[in-house]
């Protein structure tokens, strides 16, 4: 079982809590896009779920690799890498471990997810029908995620102890 104070970062919405481990907000931290000239940072979250599917980790993400592009407002991942990282951790944890979802960027304060990015969600979602999937959005001030709700791509709520990362 994972270890509760390792994962800082809580967000629940309609009875699913998903949990963030303290390394990846750490990582997420680092990808702020606080210089001028930053571009999106950007990946896949990789972590396991409880029997019931109802609490959710988010242990490991990918970073932007050779083979991806990006520029301030967008990004296109496209390398390999991304893939084979899942397959890698589902493989070593024996399916524990497996693609829960994505995380980028914005150069914005409190990001909002655009209209886009909601599209992009729901295509993950199509291709991953058994799970929850959720999408981080990192601000240069707050981060957000998001996951579907009905038929809609909702807010979670925050409710770990860290207000902003
Ligand atoms: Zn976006």
Redesign the pocket.
Known sequence: MPVPSEYPMQYELNGVRVNIHERVRMQLHDFRQIDLDSF?GFGVLVGSKSTTAKEYWIDKITTPMPDDSATR?TFLMKDAGHQQLIDRCFEESQGEEVYLGTW?T?PQQV?V??Q??KLDFFRCIARNMNRNLFFI?VGTEQTKIYMKKGSRIKLMEMTGDIRAT
Do not use: K, L, R, T
Request: cysteine-free; hydrophobic content about 20%.
């Open positions: 999106e407002y980028h914005h990001p997810a655009s886009d990015d959005v």
